[in-house]
């Protein structure tokens, strides 16, 4: 069974910067791609970032484009979305997941979802 963790959320000014982590476990990491996706309150859960199963090839959503940076440790089983300049529109729950596709760009998720980390970003 999948199972995926997320840590690192918390609250940050604005222009500050956060590393948030998901380990999984009951896959073999390298087999799947995976992504970040993030919930405002009362807004649907959007695609925020995604990598690859090798890390060899990243995506990302406009709002967050050359401020995240997503990563990934195979050995460790862990990803990572580092976010850098946030802003008060950055503030939401952020989830992992272990995304079913990634096809022309667009990331699909799979019903694989960790419990979320809460970010909040103060102006």
């Known amino acids: 069974q999948v199972q995926l963790a997320e840590s690192g959320g918390g609250l940050v000014q604005a222009g500050g910067s956060l590393r948030l982590s998901c380990v999984s476990s009951g896959v073999t990491s390298s087999n799947f791609a995976m992504g970040w996706f993030r919930q405002a309150p009362g807004k649907e859960r959007d695609f925020v970032a995604s990598i690859s199963g090798s890390g060899g090839s990243e995506y990302y959503a406009d709002s967050v484009k050359d401020r995240f940076t997503i990563s990934r440790d195979n050995a460790k089983n862990t990803v990572y979305l580092q976010m850098n300049s946030l802003k008060p529109e950055d503030t939401a729950v952020y989830y992992c997941?272990?995304?079913?596709?990634?096809?022309?760009?667009?990331?699909?998720?799979?019903?694989?979802w960790g419990q979320g980390t809460q970010v909040t970003v103060s102006s």
């Open positions: 997941n272990a995304v079913r596709s990634i096809v022309a760009g667009k990331t699909t998720p799979s019903d694989y």
